[in-house]
């Protein structure tokens, strides 16, 4: 159920459930996340070649954590750099290939490419 779903089954404003049961939704929200996970892995290790696309194309996101109203405020970000052409299918995946395990919590167990 979405949380608007949920707040009209219990009969309460979307942002009372949000300021009173946050953690309690988020928590729900990362367990079923987690069983689609697990079972795109399952699927994937039979052979099933969607599932693999899927969980691969799964990045983790991390949120970083709301500002405390005593923070300073932070810098801007420097303008973004001039945009290159875009590549094809194949150079994108090789360029994909090439810088896969950086930034990542896999980084130390992917073998480096060769170029």
């Known amino acids: 159920m979405t ?4 707040a009209i089954a219990i009969g309460i404003d979307r ?3 949000a300021k009173h049961y946050e953690a309690e939704l988020s928590k729900g929200a990362l367990e079923r ?3 689609v996970y ?5 699927a994937a290790k039979r052979g099933n070649s969607g599932a693999a696309k899927a969980y691969l ?11 405390r109203p005593d923070a300073p405020a932070e810098t801007p970000a420097a ?3 001039q945009k290159a052409a875009p590549l094809g299918k194949k150079e994108q995946a090789q360029a994909d290939a090439l810088t ?3 930034g990542t919590e896999w980084g130390a167990l992917l073998p480096t490419p060769l170029q």
């Open 15 to 17: 942002d009372t459930l």
């Open 38 to 42: 697990q079972g795109l892995h399952a």
């Open 100 to 102: 896969a395990p950086a």
């Open 33 to 35: 996340r987690m069983e």
């Open 79 to 81: 303008p973004a750099a």
């Open 3 to 6: 949380r608007e779903e949920i």
């Open 57 to 67: 194309a799964v990045e983790p996101q991390m949120a970083a954590p709301p500002l």
